[in-house]
């Protein structure tokens, strides 16, 4: 059971360059999201989609877009990276029960220079 | 604003001893969450608490919830080199769907 997949796991951009970071879930989770961390600064919610067909902002969102592409997929994309989304990302999912815990994927370390 | 504040933020003890994390959070929660993130690691899932009074157990630590407070506290009991990591709470927002984190403890046990 592979649970939650990202990819790419490492990724060097230039400023301004696109790109877009997958997250699948074989758990039948309705709940997806995206996470950022940064030193001293713990997880900080980019997006999330509660359910298929549905994306909500979180507390960071500038500068990204989300799909929840069917009920197993969820990307993050940066359509003009910035040295300030310089971070490791996350992808989690939770199942649909409210107060249920999230499982995260290995995460993606991202170099914007 | 939900703002979740944890302290201390970096501890470094040694083997054997005892000692207790704290997590505060500023709006109404029922809700609290405990994870474990290993150096370059994802994180894990260790303790849902999801009412007032809630206390759960595994091996050496404990949880614990106060939600009149607005306090859970992660306690650490007889410490061993394998809890090295870093500990996040964090706190759901109103629909369940918005989870904030604190900063983290990054814990250092020493022989």
């Known amino acids: 059971n592979a649970g939650v997949t990202q990819t790419p796991k490492f990724q060097v951009l230039k400023t301004g360059q696109s790109m877009t970071l997958q997250c699948a879930q074989d758990m039948n989770h309705n709940s997806m999201y995206w996470y950022r961390q940064d030193p001293g600064m713990g997880l900080r919610l980019i997006y999330y989609?509660?359910?298929?067909?549905?994306?909500d902002k979180g507390e960071v969102p500038n500068g990204y877009n989300v799909s929840r592409l069917n009920k197993r997929e969820f990307s993050l994309r940066l359509e003009s990276a910035a040295p300030s989304q310089t971070s490791v990302y996350f992808c989690a999912s939770s199942r649909p029960i409210g107060g249920e815990k999230l499982f995260f994927g290995s995460g993606t370390q991202l170099s914007v220079l | 604003e939900l703002k979740v504040e944890q302290n201390p933020l970096f501890l470094s003890m040694q083997e054997g001893k005892n000692y207790t994390i704290y997590c505060n959070y500023s709006?109404?929660?029922?809700?609290l969450y405990w994870y474990r993130q290993d150096p370059g690691k994802s994180l894990e899932s260790l303790f849902v608490l999801l009412s007032n009074g809630a206390v759960k157990q595994e091996g050496r630590l404990m949880a614990s919830l106060d939600t009149k407070a607005r306090l859970s506290t992660l306690h650490i009991t007889a410490a061993v080199h394998d809890l090295s990591a870093t500990y996040f709470c964090?706190?759901?927002?109103?629909?369940?769907?918005?989870?904030?984190f604190g900063a983290g403890t990054r814990l250092t046990v020493k022989p």
């Open positions: 709006t109404t929660s029922d809700r």
């Open positions: 989609s509660a359910s298929e067909g549905t994306t």
């Open positions: 964090a706190v759901t927002l109103g629909n369940n769907n918005d989870m904030r």
